[in-house]
């Protein structure tokens, strides 16, 4: 089941990244989103370290929404869907291949959306900073795993990314929440509470929604038109 | 086969619930005493209360009806799951309205980042979004599957919503310690005899939604079957 999810995945990312414009797009948004909340600051005045990780996150969950439906809507013309569904792998393969594809997507975007946010928003880095990237690794896995599930909901179906987003931004809570946390602390190296507990959280999230995905996928991802 | 006739059942328990309403109208303002601090705005906790907790079990039902039509494809879990997730919205979103009344005058604040009050907003926010989901011009299977996925998927995620809202509240202070705590025996009384009645409320307004929901099913069919 790895390998042909990888082989879906490195299609996917073939297919996107020659075109170009999947990325872009989803890039600009999250660029955009930046550039438009520092406004929210005065000449000279530095926004906080949690409003700055809030801000990264929010860019980086429209970035998700954006990149899902790019990716499952490569399969929506001449009838693709239906050779993917007819290749003899497991059902679960193509989620685990968008989800591949998904994450891979979503940490270049984040590549560039983290150093906006510390120019734009004039944030600084903490010897924290290393707990601070593997709580992006370790969020982008949960996120990636809810939305290559929710993203193949939207199979055929107009007005996708408002739909997705409404859907999807609520069940994020926790993982946005934690990643704003310790996103915090990675800026600005202060968090009392310590940051187990949030790395833990995020595990739980991890766990959890990785199993819904490979139970639930076979269900929303199907031939109908 | 399915019948799409009302059951008789139906309409007793909605008369009972309107018979428990109002006796809990007269127990709430005659018999219950009013509370020494808060005054007559205490009041509104013998209906925040049993709103919050059936609201909670309209999602649970959303959840497990969602589980059962995956499993048996049958509609009338389609049709539950469905009643329940707007009960559970309405019930949920009013018992936001009135906790934040009772926050005002208790608290001195319309919101604080309580773990439970964050829950209910982000699962009103989870449940009004699938109800959206629910209205979507798709094929009926189609739809009723996607929307069990998104029930099942929802409810997954409540634990995870209360547990990273209590951590993040441990940044804030801390607006007030428990409530309902030392209630006199009258108000327990009261509340437990509001927790009951709404019980009958909720499943009067579920089960008559679900059957509403079934029968509309039914005259989709119908109509198609008349073009064709």
Request: glycine letters at 10%; proline letters at 4%.
């Amino acid at each position: 089941m790895l390998s042909a999810a990888l082989a879906i995945a490195s299609k996917d990312l073939r297919l996107l990244l020659s075109r170009g414009t999947g990325l872009v797009q989803a890039l600009l948004l999250g660029l955009l989103l930046i550039f438009v909340f520092s406004l929210s600051q005065r000449v000279g005045e530095v926004m906080g370290p949690q409003g700055a990780a809030a801000i990264f996150w929010l860019a980086s969950a429209f970035c998700q929404v954006l990149i899902f439906n790019t990716l499952f809507a490569i399969e929506e013309a001449n009838g693709a869907r239906f050779g993917l569904l007819l290749a003899p792998v497991p059902v679960q393969a193509v989620w685990l291949g968008k989800g591949i594809a998904g994450f891979t997507l979503l940490l270049c975007a984040q590549a560039v959306f983290l150093p906006a946010a510390i120019v734009f928003l004039g944030q600084t880095v903490s010897p924290l900073w290393h707990v601070g990237l593997a709580t992006v690794l370790l969020a982008d896995v949960g996120i990636v795993a809810l939305g290559a599930l929710l993203g193949a909901l939207s199979q055929g179906q107009a007005a996708r990314e408002s739909l997705l987003s409404i859907v999807l931004f609520p069940l994020l809570v926790p993982v946005l929440l934690a990643g704003i946390r310790v996103g915090a602390a990675a800026f600005a190296d202060d968090i009392p509470e310590g940051v187990e507990s949030w790395l833990g959280l995020v595990a739980a999230f991890d766990a959890l929604f990785l199993g819904a995905g490979i139970v639930l996928f076979p269900f929303v991802y199907g031939g109908e038109e | 086969m399915q019948t799409n006739r009302l059951s008789p059942a139906m309409p007793l328990v909605g008369i009972v619930a309107g018979l428990a309403l109002a006796l809990c109208q007269y127990m709430i303002f005659v018999y219950a005493p009013v509370e020494q601090t808060m005054g007559i705005v205490q009041k509104i906790f013998y209906f925040h209360m049993p709103l919050a907790w059936w609201s909670l079990i309209s999602f649970l039902t959303v959840f497990v009806a969602s589980i059962a039509f995956l499993r048996t494809r049958n509609w009338k879990w389609d049709a539950l799951s469905g009643a329940a997730a707007e009960v559970g919205v309405l019930f949920s979103g009013l018992a936001l309205i009135t906790g934040s009344i009772w926050g005002r005058h208790s608290w001195g604040v319309w919101w604080t980042w309580d773990p439970r009050l964050t829950t209910t907003l982000v699962m009103w926010f989870v449940y009004a979004g699938y109800l959206v989901l629910r209205t979507l011009d798709l094929p009926r299977e189609r739809l009723g599957t996607v929307s069990a996925v998104v029930g099942i998927v929802a409810f997954l995620d409540v634990p995870l919503v209360f547990l990273s809202a209590r951590l993040w509240r441990s940044i804030h202070p801390a607006v007030f310690a428990s409530k309902g705590g030392g209630l006199e025996a009258e108000m327990k009384t009261t509340v437990i005899a509001c927790i009951v009645a709404f019980g009958f409320l909720w499943v009067a307004l579920t089960w008559l939604r679900a059957a509403q929901r079934r029968m509309a099913a039914r005259i989709d069919v119908l109509a198609t079957q008349t073009t064709i």
